[in-house]
């Protein structure tokens, strides 16, 4: 059979993770003749060989991927026939348009962790050991394609040895990237909250001798021993870190951080210790020694852990060491750690010494590394919920994502999403590129970082937009840069979308539906089409349009925006719709968290609706539930109330309240009433949690034929979820993208083409 040349173009996550070494070794055993290379589109081959032969390699390729890699598409055709002598990987071609997935950053490798722990090993005890199965990736890329002069690993000139590895293509190691050693790599650092080298009697300095080498780790274990906040700096920023055991040392860091009752994560040393902590079932094991190794939020259990990791809450959330340098604290302490996010409150990440010394009260010491982080990148959260992932925080290990959407957009267009759990997310083609979780955007510091993300996926797609997707809210952050953008630019057209339709529209791009489906949208607030506040909402969506079918009853926020923290203020609105002027003179555990003046003064404004905007909010609902019922009055953080609820809810009570739904819209007044009758809490929070369920069963009744599709974030709370799923258990709900406003931005997108 004459032979032809084929030029094979490979798009997914190809480049920084092994795959044309891996190309070569297949050629290799092919006998064939070409060359591979990194392109901006994604790995290009040429090769010359018979047809039956590429039908082969492309089989062989598509098989037995490098554990990072994954392939989108594959493209071949022939091209002018090329006489090779041999295979070579060639220079990187740097030119085209860039649709390359960017490689996120995931943990250390089982090949790395042995040779961590191998006293014979050259790299043994360095805490930067890595390959190109493992280790940073996004959290150091300047610029595409993923080469060491795109990255800050660009300032390490490797050694003899390491560039050896770095060039032989049977290597494992062959073009890592983050290549290093003891002798050319990062390195640590301690230093104490006055930016001074830390020293000990045993003269410990920071810069590494071959004596010295491993007692940075020694003597950073003993100070977390001793009760000390040690701030560790990791993969995507800083993490503030104490014994999770040692009840003085989290106190201190909750009284520090100002962080009255927010759970805590707790880094377990292996999964062995992580069973001893909580129980685990299969799924979230997998989730836990995962690559990714994301938080995984689980049940909790009798431990040695501090009473103070999460106050009233059953569940804890855990995962395992990712980097070398966490492992060999870990291994060294023999003990759990907290392992919190080093930001101010509102505000990211912090990635750098500069934006640390803002926290130079919380921390005692600096455990620091001289390799820049480029790309902040948080820690992802996730739990499971009747067999499903639920991604709360999509960040390290899973981001930036790619989705591809079954249409083509018609323009290159930006995504701007919300203005709680922000991301936002460009698109051209098919293809959509999602950053990882950026935060709030309640802080300048937050917008700054906000715009950084931005900036970073057009430079590194090299991509301007001719479209603007936001939010309607015209006060969210996120929108006042969208018009600001395209007021300076004349290029630019902006389109607003609904935000309960781009919730819906998240879901429905993930899991490739294309026709009409039934959403239900359950959030904390959204600005909806006639200028109120909505949260509690049924669509009929396609990605042409949704029309509105019901929605909760709408009521009145007492203060306005002090209403999202004081669930009290919600509660009292609705004993006012419930009773007017009367319910000043009740006596139950709304009205006595105010003083009598207060209750006079809530109910002229709720009469005259000053600042009562009104709202159909299911995240508010929750609140007043918990005010009424004594559950919380005042939350310290975001979704306290809905946590608290969850652990009141017992699966043995039965049965649900009344409501009324006519003419598209959910009464929950004699819901309320006839809670406020119970005696035990626990049977009010199960009957609310049904009734909830009892209130989307009736709306979708009437339109059943249509795929159900869950979207918001109300839908993090797990006892609602499982009851739902159990009620409708081929309900879509959102696997790989958040359900909160995180997946935002994917919706958007969505409703622009």
Same mark, same amino acid.
């Given at each position: 059979m004459s032979q032809k040349t084929y030029h094979i173009l490979i798009n997914g996550t190809v480049q920084g993770v092994g795959f044309r070494p891996f190309v070569y070794r297949v050629a290799s055993d092919l006998e064939l003749c070409g060359t591979v290379q990194n392109g901006t589109q994604g790995v290009e081959i040429v090769v010359t060989t018979t047809p039956e032969t590429l039908k082969e390699l492309l089989h062989t390729l598509q098989t037995t991927l490098p554990p990072l890699a994954s392939i989108e598409t594959i493209q071949t055709q022939e091209v002018t026939y090329e006489d090779f002598s041999d295979f070579q990987i060639v220079q990187t071609q740097e030119q085209g348009e860039r649709s390359v997935r960017i490689p996120p950053d995931v943990s250390i490798c089982a090949e790395c962790e042995r040779e961590l722990f191998d006293p014979s090993n050259r790299r043994y005890g360095y805490p930067f050991i890595t390959c190109t199965h493992c280790g940073v990736r996004y959290s150091i890329i300047y610029d595409l394609p993923y080469d060491r002069k795109n990255t800050s690993m660009k300032f390490f000139q490797m050694c003899k040895a390491c560039e050896a590895e770095y060039t032989d293509p049977l290597d494992r190691r062959y073009h890592a990237q983050p290549i290093g050693c003891w002798e050319c790599g990062p390195r640590l650092s301690l230093w104490d909250n006055q930016r001074s080298a830390f020293s000990t009697p045993r003269a410990f300095v920071t810069s590494f001798g071959h004596v010295q080498r491993s007692e940075v780790v020694d003597v950073a274990s003993q100070l977390l021993l001793d009760g000390n906040i040690l701030a560790v700096k990791g993969v995507g920023g800083y993490h503030l870190m104490c014994d999770a055991t040692n009840d003085?040392?989290?106190?201190?860091?909750?009284?520090?951080?100002?962080?009255?009752?927010?759970?805590?994560?707790?880094?377990?040393?292996?999964?062995?210790?992580?069973?001893?902590?909580?129980?685990?079932?299969?799924?979230?094991?997998?989730?836990?020694?995962?690559?990714?190794?994301?938080?995984?939020?689980?049940?909790?259990?009798?431990?040695?852990?501090?009473?103070?990791?999460?106050?009233?809450?059953?569940?804890?959330?855990?995962?395992?060491?990712?980097?070398?340098?966490?492992?060999?604290?870990?291994?060294?302490?023999?003990?759990?750690?907290?392992?919190?996010?080093?930001?101010?409150?509102?505000?990211?990440?912090?990635?750098?010494? =500069?934006? /640390? %010394?803002?926290?130079?009260?919380?921390?005692?010491? &600096? $455990?620091? !590394? @001289?390799?820049?982080?480029?790309?902040?990148?948080?820690?992802?959260?996730?739990?499971?919920?009747?067999?499903?992932?639920?991604?709360?925080?999509?960040?390290?290990?899973?981001?930036?994502?790619?989705?591809?959407?079954?249409?083509?957009?018609?323009?290159?267009?930006?995504?701007?999403?919300?203005?709680?759990?922000?991301?936002?997310?460009?698109?051209?083609?098919?293809?959509?590129?999602?950053?990882?979780?950026?935060?709030?955007?309640?802080?300048?510091?937050?917008?700054?970082?906000?715009?950084?993300?931005? =900036?970073? /996926? %057009?430079?590194?797609?090299?991509?301007?937009?001719? &479209? $603007?997707? !936001? @939010?309607?809210?015209?006060?969210?952050?996120?929108?006042?840069?969208?018009?600001?953008?395209?007021?300076?630019?004349?290029?630019?057209?902006?389109?607003?979308?609904?935000?309960?339709?781009?919730?819906?529209?998240?879901?429905?791009?993930?899991?490739?539906?294309?026709?009409?489906?039934?959403?239900?949208?359950?959030d904390g607030t959204g600005l909806g089409d006639d200028g109120k506040l909505w949260g509690g909402e049924f669509m009929v969506c396609d990605y042409t349009g949704y029309e509105r079918v019901g929605h909760l009853d709408y009521f009145k926020l007492l203060g306005g925006a002090k209403a999202i923290k004081e669930p009290r203020r919600v509660a009292l609105s609705l004993l006012f719709d419930l009773y007017g002027e009367e319910a000043l003179h009740l006596k139950n555990p709304t009205t006595e968290a105010f003083s009598q003046a207060e209750l006079k003064t809530a109910y002229l404004m709720w009469q005259k609706g000053l600042n009562a905007p009104l709202s159909s909010s299911a995240g508010r609902l929750f609140d007043a539930v918990a005010s009424l019922l004594g559950v919380c009055q005042v939350m310290s953080f975001e979704g306290e109330s809905g946590m608290l609820l969850e652990e009141l809810y017992e699966s043995g009570v039965e049965g649900s309240y009344p409501f009324v739904y006519e003419n598209g819209e959910i009464n929950i007044l004699p819901m309320l009433e006839t809670m406020l009758q119970e005696h035990d809490v626990s049977v009010a929070v199960s009957k609310f949690f049904h009734t909830l369920v009892e209130m989307v069963a009736t709306v979708y009744e009437s339109y059943s034929e249509l795929p159900l599709v869950l979207s918001g974030g109300v839908f993090q709370n797990r006892v609602l979820l499982l009851l739902l799923l159990e009620r409708f258990p081929d309900a879509f709900i959102p696997n790989d993208f958040p359900p909160n406003d995180g997946g935002i931005a994917l919706g958007q997108l969505v409703a622009s083409g």
């Amino acid at each position: 059979m004459s032979q032809k040349t084929y030029h094979i173009l490979i798009n997914g996550t190809v480049q920084g993770v092994g795959f044309r070494p891996f190309v070569y070794r297949v050629a290799s055993d092919l006998e064939l003749c070409g060359t591979v290379q990194n392109g901006t589109q994604g790995v290009e081959i040429v090769v010359t060989t018979t047809p039956e032969t590429l039908k082969e390699l492309l089989h062989t390729l598509q098989t037995t991927l490098p554990p990072l890699a994954s392939i989108e598409t594959i493209q071949t055709q022939e091209v002018t026939y090329e006489d090779f002598s041999d295979f070579q990987i060639v220079q990187t071609q740097e030119q085209g348009e860039r649709s390359v997935r960017i490689p996120p950053d995931v943990s250390i490798c089982a090949e790395c962790e042995r040779e961590l722990f191998d006293p014979s090993n050259r790299r043994y005890g360095y805490p930067f050991i890595t390959c190109t199965h493992c280790g940073v990736r996004y959290s150091i890329i300047y610029d595409l394609p993923y080469d060491r002069k795109n990255t800050s690993m660009k300032f390490f000139q490797m050694c003899k040895a390491c560039e050896a590895e770095y060039t032989d293509p049977l290597d494992r190691r062959y073009h890592a990237q983050p290549i290093g050693c003891w002798e050319c790599g990062p390195r640590l650092s301690l230093w104490d909250n006055q930016r001074s080298a830390f020293s000990t009697p045993r003269a410990f300095v920071t810069s590494f001798g071959h004596v010295q080498r491993s007692e940075v780790v020694d003597v950073a274990s003993q100070l977390l021993l001793d009760g000390n906040i040690l701030a560790v700096k990791g993969v995507g920023g800083y993490h503030l870190m104490c014994d999770a055991t040692n009840d003085e040392a989290v106190r201190k860091l909750r009284e520090r951080k100002r962080r009255q009752t927010k759970p805590f994560a707790v880094m377990a040393k292996d999964i062995q210790m992580a069973r001893e902590l909580a129980h685990i079932n299969e799924m979230e094991e997998k989730l836990l020694i995962s690559k990714e190794r994301p938080i995984v939020l689980l049940n909790a259990q009798r431990s040695t852990l501090s009473a103070q990791i999460a106050p009233n809450i059953s569940r804890i959330g855990l995962f395992l060491p990712y980097t070398p340098s966490h492992l060999l604290l870990l291994h060294k302490l023999n003990r759990p750690l907290v392992a919190t996010s080093a930001n101010v409150t509102d505000e990211p990440i912090c990635t750098t010494r =500069e934006s /640390l %010394e803002k926290l130079s009260g919380v921390y005692d010491y &600096v $455990l620091d !590394h @001289d390799r820049e982080i480029v790309n902040g990148c948080d820690d992802s959260v996730v739990m499971v919920v009747k067999g499903q992932r639920v991604v709360l925080r999509r960040a390290r290990g899973y981001a930036p994502a790619s989705v591809t959407l079954p249409f083509k957009l018609t323009k290159r267009t930006l995504a701007m999403g919300a203005n709680q759990k922000s991301t936002v997310a460009i698109g051209f083609d098919d293809q959509v590129i999602l950053s990882p979780h950026i935060g709030d955007l309640d802080s300048i510091g937050s917008v700054v970082y906000y715009q950084k993300n931005i =900036e970073t /996926l %057009e430079r590194i797609y090299d991509f301007t937009p001719e &479209v $603007l997707v !936001h @939010d309607k809210h015209l006060s969210y952050e996120s929108t006042k840069l969208a018009l600001s953008l395209n007021a300076q630019r004349s290029t630019l057209s902006a389109i607003s979308v609904q935000h309960h339709y781009a919730h819906i529209l998240g879901v429905m791009a993930e899991k490739g539906i294309t026709g009409k489906v039934f959403g239900v949208a359950f959030d904390g607030t959204g600005l909806g089409d006639d200028g109120k506040l909505w949260g509690g909402e049924f669509m009929v969506c396609d990605y042409t349009g949704y029309e509105r079918v019901g929605h909760l009853d709408y009521f009145k926020l007492l203060g306005g925006a002090k209403a999202i923290k004081e669930p009290r203020r919600v509660a009292l609105s609705l004993l006012f719709d419930l009773y007017g002027e009367e319910a000043l003179h009740l006596k139950n555990p709304t009205t006595e968290a105010f003083s009598q003046a207060e209750l006079k003064t809530a109910y002229l404004m709720w009469q005259k609706g000053l600042n009562a905007p009104l709202s159909s909010s299911a995240g508010r609902l929750f609140d007043a539930v918990a005010s009424l019922l004594g559950v919380c009055q005042v939350m310290s953080f975001e979704g306290e109330s809905g946590m608290l609820l969850e652990e009141l809810y017992e699966s043995g009570v039965e049965g649900s309240y009344p409501f009324v739904y006519e003419n598209g819209e959910i009464n929950i007044l004699p819901m309320l009433e006839t809670m406020l009758q119970e005696h035990d809490v626990s049977v009010a929070v199960s009957k609310f949690f049904h009734t909830l369920v009892e209130m989307v069963a009736t709306v979708y009744e009437s339109y059943s034929e249509l795929p159900l599709v869950l979207s918001g974030g109300v839908f993090q709370n797990r006892v609602l979820l499982l009851l739902l799923l159990e009620r409708f258990p081929d309900a879509f709900i959102p696997n790989d993208f958040p359900p909160n406003d995180g997946g935002i931005a994917l919706g958007q997108l969505v409703a622009s083409g």
